[in-house]
């Protein structure tokens, strides 16, 4: 799917523990302008429900798991974020829900952008629409 795919990003694991690194020339695709991160989210709930027109994310789960729904408008995809360095990158006109966090989850978001809700495209059918006119 286009705009959506994973990425390892740069890890050090020895008898220490793990490090992990989002830098430029080690597997950042861009450069952070914003970084905010989701927890304490309940098992049953689904957050989202939107894609941007131009954001870029790097979405890692820095302790725990979670599962992505992606869509490009015609087709949709379910994809599991969890592991040291393994992270995902969501593109402009991405339709995305995250759901089934675990109770230990914190979803760290990466973006290239500061908050603009002008960005967000929150309704499903104007979704389709603005995709289709691209
Ligand atoms: C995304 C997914 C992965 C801010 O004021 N500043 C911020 O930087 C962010 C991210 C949110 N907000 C406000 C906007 C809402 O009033 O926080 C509230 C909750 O945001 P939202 O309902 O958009 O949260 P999610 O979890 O549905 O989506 C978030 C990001 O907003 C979004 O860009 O791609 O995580």
């Given amino acids: 799917m286009k705009n959506v795919y994973g990425l390892t990003l740069k890890h050090i694991v020895d008898e220490r523990g793990a490090l992990v690194i989002a830098e430029m020339g080690s597997g950042m695709p ?3 302008r ?5 927890s304490q989210v309940p098992g049953d709930v689904r957050r989202g429900f ?5 954001l870029q994310q790097v979405l890692v789960c820095v302790s725990g798991s979670c599962k992505i729904d992606v869509d490009d408008g015609s087709v ?7 592991g040291v360095g393994q ?3 969501i593109g402009p006109y991405v339709w ?3 759901f089934s966090f675990s ?3 914190v979803l760290l978001v990466l973006a290239d952008d500061v908050y603009n809700e002008e960005d967000y495209i929150r309704d499903y059918s104007a979704f389709v629409n ?3 006119l691209r």
């Fill in 50 to 54: 939107h894609a941007h027109r131009q």
């Fill in 103 to 105: 109770e230990d989850c």
């Fill in 34 to 38: 914003r970084v905010y991160y989701i």
């Fill in 130 to 132: 603005e995709v289709a």
């Fill in 96 to 98: 995305h829900e995250m």
């Fill in 30 to 32: 861009f450069e952070m």
């Fill in 76 to 82: 949709r995809e379910t994809i599991s974020v969890s």
């Fill in 87 to 89: 992270a995902m990158y």
